[in-house]
């Protein structure tokens, strides 16, 4: 095993074109098919992505416009644009899910990106915020969205009370109902508070421009950027003299006690971010706060505990759009303000967007990754956003391991299309590589784990797996703690990413339940490989990361149940699959009893078939739960869930005839390496 010491850093979010007719186009059972992609936008000095308001004399937006329709001037001079994209996220207000997704996918429709920012603030201040945040999250949060909740000064905040990025609304609200008073400045006064919270703007910032379309960051912020007070006019002036080297305020506020909030204002403007500032308790006056927002292209949201219109107006602002990328044509890196003007040739309609953005200051520090490590896989597992560029879908599940840590199993399902493999001497070759990567909120540096395997498929196994997915299953070792667990796949040019929230309990607990895993007869004949010679946890048939089985299909549920106290006890599991109602369809029911006092902890599998044939076709929860004679009351559950369909699935090209070795993972030589991520910086959102 070889250690390597690495650096992370944040990386692209790459769109590409996803499957229709695979296994892989299957989406979550609480998700409409993807309806648009997000193009590809590489981060670069002389990239620039724009977002475009395009209205009619009523207001309304217009949503028919090409390429061909814009026009791009840098300093008066015509750009072409080089990327283009409409996009048109719905809106969509849907209560939370019975069942939280256990499966997560990079193969979704498009959502909007948040940042919830906080500073610094009193216990007051922190009891305001709460609640508008709160309503904020519950009411326009999407099923498709992504936020997370960051301090810009707090670094003890941060890593107690934040949250990395996330689609899971549960967790963001458990973040927002953490907000607490945290309002010790930094010894230095004034001039360091303001380092601070510069230093976290840029940080932040940096990440967001890296990835494609628009990105809000909900800055909540009680005293402003800087504790200085500037005169009025000045926040009302045009952008090259609030940026430019002209505004002697200005200059020796942000450029010579300060330079990281210069870059902040060139990474936003060219990498469309935008802020959309509110005080605790709701809308802005502060003047530094209005001139941010109007000039990263965001405005003061007007809020209140009474009234959200500011909140509506956000989330318009990021769902109907024109997403322009241009390489922008001013070459000198010394910070200026490069006009922008973006016009469309039909007549009548009334555009919005940024009128210019800030050029670098220097050329960005070169990424750095290990040796040998494959450059897209790299990319992908150091975004703390999923990556899209091979369609793939992630399931994890902690099982009880040796000593104090877990074993937790992950399952990938990729397509094996998009690995850029080569049809040579008979076989299509390449290298596949897996790459985990595990934060936690208090960014301890976890070691990122790697496998690599030269993949030389026969053309029989190429369509097979082509038509259906590639399965790997993998093991990560983990102790008790809440993660998020990042996981990659791909090839030198090309890899996806999975951003998987994951908590492995304590199993020294007195009773304490595995996580769940699913099989079923057609999800045994995927195309299966694992990097290990011996998988800690015998399961009953390859974990699936499928959720919508067909009728003709029967599920295999498999978990297991943990009794520590030494004492005489019966165990008893069971399983129902009940309807959107609550209404249990199907129930499979077990005990076992243990009449003598244990002289370890005991050990419970369950293995447990349903049959799918007499259940109308329909979403599903799949309920587990354990319960201990030992335990009067309490008892731990699991919740899956799923979606059963009444057409059969197409058959899979190449399998007719493969017999049992179908059942057991096929072996495939994996390289496998362990990665010192000490000092990697991969810790939590920025």
Request: proline share 7%; hydrophobic share 40%.
């Amino acid at each position: 095993m070889t250690h390597v010491t690495v650096k992370v850093a944040v990386a692209v979010v790459v769109c590409a074109t996803l499957l229709s007719s695979s296994l892989l186009s299957q989406t979550p059972s609480n998700q409409p098919p993807p309806s648009q992609t997000i193009p590809t936008f590489r981060s670069s000095v002389q990239g620039v992505q724009l977002s475009v308001v395009v209205t009619d004399d009523a207001g309304r937006p217009v949503t028919d416009l090409v390429q061909d329709d814009f026009e791009i001037s840098e300093n008066g001079l015509m750009r072409p644009v080089t990327t283009f994209a409409a996009v048109n996220i719905p809106i969509e207000t849907t209560p939370g899910d019975r069942a939280e997704r256990d499966v997560l996918t990079n193969n979704g429709p498009e959502g909007r990106t948040y940042v919830i920012a906080l500073d610094d603030m009193t216990q007051r201040q922190a009891d305001q915020a709460r609640p508008l945040l709160h309503e904020f999250m519950t009411r326009y949060f999407g099923p498709n969205d992504r936020a997370a909740v960051v301090w810009t000064t707090c670094a003890t905040a941060s890593k107690s009370w934040g949250q990395e990025f996330t689609t899971n609304r549960r967790l963001l609200l458990d973040a927002i109902d953490h907000i607490r008073a945290c309002e010790k400045p930094p010894l230095g006064g004034p001039a360091l508070r303001e380092k601070y919270v510069m230093g976290g703007l840029h940080q932040l910032v940096e990440s967001l421009a890296k990835t494609a379309g628009r990105k809000a960051v909900i800055f909540v912020s009680a005293r402003g950027l800087t504790d200085y007070a500037p005169d009025e006019a000045l926040c009302g002036c045009d952008a090259r003299t609030l940026v430019g080297h002209e505004s002697s305020f200005w200059n020796n506020l942000f450029l010579d006690m300060n330079h990281e909030y210069y870059d902040a204002l060139s990474a936003a403007t060219r990498g469309n971010v935008a802020f959309y500032p509110i005080s605790p308790s709701g809308t802005t006056g502060n003047p530094n706060l209005v001139a941010l927002a109007a000039f990263t292209g965001g405005f003061t949201p007007n809020v209140s505990t009474r009234s959200l219109d500011g909140f509506d107006r956000l989330v318009r602002d990021l769902s109907s759009y024109y997403l322009l990328g241009l390489n922008a044509g001013e070459e000198r890196q010394d910070g200026r303000y490069v006009s922008i003007e973006v016009t469309v040739k039909r007549p009548g309609l009334h555009v919005r967007s940024l009128n210019g953005y800030v050029a670098p200051r220097r050329k960005p520090d070169p990424e750095k990754r290990p040796p040998g490590l494959l450059a897209g896989v790299w990319d992908a597992v150091a975004s703390p956003l999923t990556m899209t560029g091979v369609p793939m879908r992630v399931f994890a599940a902690p099982f009880k391991g040796a000593g104090k840590n877990a074993t937790v199993e992950v399952s990938i399902e990729l397509d094996a299309t998009k690995l850029n493999l080569e049809e040579k001497d008979g076989a299509h070759r390449g290298d596949l590589e897996i790459a985990f990567a595990v934060t936690d909120i208090k960014q301890k540096k976890w070691p990122i784990w790697r496998h690599r395997a030269t993949v030389a498929l026969l053309p029989e196994t190429y369509e097979r797996v082509s038509r259906g997915a590639l399965r790997v299953i993998a093991q990560v070792p983990l102790p008790e703690g809440r993660y998020q667990l990042r996981t990659s796949a791909g090839g030198a040019i090309l890899a996806g990413s999975v951003v998987y929230d994951l908590t492995v309990p304590n199993f020294r607990d007195d009773f304490a339940m595995s996580g769940v895993t699913l099989t079923s007869a057609q999800a045994r004949q995927t195309f299966t490989v694992s990097p290990h010679a011996r998988l800690d946890v015998a399961f009953p048939g390859p974990p699936t990361t499928a959720r919508e089985f067909t009728r003709d299909d029967t599920l295999t549920v498999f978990a297991e149940l943990y009794e520590n106290r030494r004492k005489p006890h019966v165990v008893t599991f069971s399983a129902e699959l009940r309807d959107e109602s609550g209404i249990v369809l199907v129930t499979r029911q077990r005990e076992r009893a243990v009449t003598t006092k244990p002289k370890e902890t005991s050990v419970y599998r369950f293995v447990e078939d349903l049959a799918l044939v007499d259940v109308p076709a329909g979403r599903y929860v799949l309920h587990v739960e354990g319960r201990s004679t030992l335990d009067k009351e309490g008892s731990v559950t699991h919740d899956v869930p799923l979606v059963v369909r009444e057409s059969a699935a197409p058959p899979i090209v190449g399998a007719e005839g493969l017999g049992p070795q179908l059942l057991r993972p096929i072996r495939t030589p994996f390289a496998q390496t362990r990665l010192n991520a000490r000092t990697a910086g991969l810790g939590g959102s920025p």
